[in-house]
């Protein structure tokens, strides 16, 4: 039986992802500051249910973070520590600054030495965060069409366990998964969000996604 997914953030990526979860019979909830926000995404999806963060993390027993990166701690502290206590965390964030990009290229606020999901692992130690959903647009978050080609999700975490729920979610959902570790490796995979925005900010072009060739 699939399981209830708990989503805090309301906006592009939350609500694509929420969509998906119940397309494939996931029970979702989603969890804003601003409920107006998803009266659109409840008119399309009447089984859906929204609620504040804490009551979202409590009704979810995977949880998905899709806050913006500069607001995703303090979204995590008010869905409550018990909240997440023990429960796989999908961190589809990026350490996005307050800033324009530059000629096309977003800057971050984190170092290549430290994550952004480094940090929130740290801050909240009893959740089992997995990387995952951070380097594509959401447009494409969902049974992506590349004329029958898998393009891959690069994940990472701590939690051997965990990463196994992420990819079964993540085959579910039409991706290729490429397990790239522990959680240092988001260090790589976060950039890469970077890269994908290019083409979006200098050619108007968002329909793309990576794929890893193996030999």
């Known amino acids: 039986m699939a399981k209830k997914i708990g989503i805090l953030g309301s906006g592009a990526v939350g609500q694509a992802l929420g969509s998906g979860f119940l397309k494939h019979g996931y029970e979702v909830m989603i969890g804003t500051r601003e409920p107006r926000k998803l009266n659109e995404w409840k008119n399309k999806n009447s089984q859906g249910k929204t609620g504040t963060f804490e009551e979202t993390a409590a009704f979810g027993e995977i949880v998905v973070l899709a806050a913006k990166g500069t607001a995703a701690d303090s979204v995590l502290k008010s869905a ?9 965390v999908i961190d589809a964030t990026n350490p996005i600054a307050d800033t324009p990009p530059q000629n096309g290229v977003l800057k971050y606020f984190t170092t290549l030495e430290e994550s952004l999901m480094e940090r929130l692992q740290k801050n909240h130690p009893k959740a089992r965060f997995v990387k995952a959903f951070s380097c594509i647009g959401s447009a494409l978050m969902v049974n992506p ?9 690069f994940i990472c975490g701590n939690d051997e366990a965990a990463k196994s729920e992420v990819k079964t979610i993540l085959d579910t959902f039409g991706f290729e998964t490429e397990d790239m570790g522990k959680a240092e490796a988001a260090r790589a995979i976060e950039p890469l969000a970077i890269a994908w925005c290019i083409p979006g900010f200098l050619r108007n072009d968002w329909m793309h996604a990576f794929k890893l060739l193996k030999k």
């Open 80 to 88: 409550g520590g018990r909240n997440l206590e023990g429960k796989v």
């Open 145 to 153: 069409d590349f004329g029958g080609l898998k393009p891959t999700m």
